[in-house]
């Protein structure tokens, strides 16, 4: 498994759950990181704000990114971290209860790697989300400088 963190940004606690259930059933060990809401998650990112004293030269393996977020939404967040060098290589799956095809369509011109919707059965989303770790922290290659393409 690769090595790195792993930023979830979602408001929902029971998501949140359900999604750290899903990691520990499938033996993934990357400490998650939960941000609840797009504001916080960029701030994060780039170590501003109230992460201010964290390095942004530590990015995440992959962000997991819920569209309906407070204060910023998902697709402002992926449209942020695309438009800016340093972030801009980071995997970002969005998983989301949305069922409109814009949103989809939006994610991935964007620059979404991936996009799941949220199952409403939660042993369908556990299994959604164990299947969504093991390919994005076990079978995909990231970048070699992950934020420092040529």
Request: with cysteine; charged share 25%.
């Amino acid at each position: 498994m690769k090595d790195g963190h792993i930023l979830l940004v979602e408001d929902n606690p029971d998501d949140v759950k359900l999604t750290r259930r899903a990691f520990a059933q499938s033996c993934i060990a990357n400490p998650l990181v939960v941000i609840p809401d797009g504001a916080a998650a960029l701030d994060y990112l780039f170590g501003t704000g109230a992460h201010a004293d964290r390095d942004p030269a530590d990015l995440p393996t992959l962000v997991i990114l819920d569209l309906n977020l407070p204060k910023v939404d998902g697709l402002e967040v992926l449209a942020r971290l695309r438009a800016d060098r340093r972030t801009q290589c980071v995997p970002v799956v969005v998983l989301t209860a949305s069922k409109e095809d814009q949103h989809i369509i939006a994610s991935y011109d964007l620059g979404a790697n991936g996009f799941m919707r949220k199952p409403v059965d939660q042993e369908e989303f556990i299994g959604a989300v164990h299947h969504l770790g093991l390919y994005w922290l076990l079978v995909n290659e990231p970048p070699p400088f992950p934020g420092k393409s040529p």
